[in-house]
């Protein structure tokens, strides 16, 4: 783990002072969640019989208990496993274009998917090989620039306007059975329905390019900002994306937060590697 202490005002800004406003509200976000876990979930049991705000009126049909899964799943993926036709609490949002036929690649890939999502059933693309019992999928989806999720509005890469809200981080679980955050871009959101034997389930899912590792692992850096004694961590990985992969196929339920990416490199040579800073945004919720 490489720890190196940096002036943050040093860094390149647009001279708006976004830098140390970011790390001010970072590190107060830090210290509601440490508040926040030490009462657990209790508080949520406060939101039964509360009127939720605005675009969050949705989220009335879920009980407190029901909300505090809903926000602990993303984080307890080993004993949460979505396929994405589950409810969330939230929706799809415009920019859409609806029967959008897929590539053959992303068919490939949707096949992965399915096929080690329902451990119990076999799938396969239009005209291609597989076993008899195979259930075939379809061509087309609805893509979405927006997922609101929750309270909050989630954007992809689909439309430079929501590009800003496009960052989110996720949990995987790895080759060891450990469970890991990657940060990464949303493409785009988008519908896909399976047609089974007994029903049509349609999936809420998001395409997202995941970020590589630092050689190092992962290299995390140590900011102070301004004069103030108050400091944060954020982490560096590679700015560039990892191969498409069928773990690009996500279920909207198991994004975890947004993040604001702030590209940064450690020495001014001029073949010096440049990296991505990982700052997190903490999910929130509002009542009245």
């Known amino acids: 783990m490489l720890i190196i202490g940096y002036r943050l005002g040093s860094l390149p800004s647009s001279h708006r002072q ?11 976000d830090n210290q509601i969640r440490d508040i926040s876990g030490r009462i657990q979930t209790k508080g949520l049991n406060l939101l039964e019989g509360r009127s939720t705000v605005g675009s969050i009126a949705e989220d009335d049909e879920f009980s407190s208990d029901e909300m505090a899964r809903f926000w602990s799943n993303p984080k307890n993926i080993q004993e949460s496993t979505f396929t994405g036709r589950e409810l969330f609490s939230g929706e799809m949002l415009g920019p859409s274009d609806v029967n959008v036929l897929l590539s053959e690649p992303m068919l490939d890939l949707m096949v992965e998917y399915y096929t080690a999502t329902y451990l119990n059933h076999n799938f396969k693309a ?9 259930i075939i999928i379809r061509v087309t989806i609805n893509k979405f620039g927006r997922c609101r999720i929750g309270s909050e509005v989630f954007g992809s890469a689909l439309s430079s306007r929501y590009v800003k809200s496009s960052f989110v981080l996720a949990n995987f679980i790895t080759s060891d059975d450990r469970v890991d955050c990657y940060p990464g871009q949303v493409r785009y959101f988008f519908k896909h329905i399976i047609d089974f034997e007994d029903e049509v389930v349609e999936h809420n899912l998001a395409y997202i390019r995941w970020y590589k590792s630092a050689e190092t692992a992962k290299i995390r ?3 102070s900002v301004d004069d103030e004694e108050s400091t944060c961590n954020v982490e560096l990985w590679k700015n560039e994306f990892l191969h498409d992969g069928r773990d690009c196929i996500v279920p909207v339920q198991n994004i975890l937060s947004r993040f604001v990416p702030a590209e940064y490199q450690i020495s001014t040579r001029q073949n010096a590697v440049k990296y991505i800073a990982i700052n997190p945004i903490n999910r929130k919720f509002n009542i009245r």
Not at 18 to 28: A, G, K, S
């Open 221 to 223: 850096y140590h900011f």
């Open 18 to 28: 976004i830098e140390p406003e970011l790390m001010r509200r970072l590190m107060n």
């Open 126 to 134: 239009p005209f291609r090989e597989g076993p008899d019992d195979s």
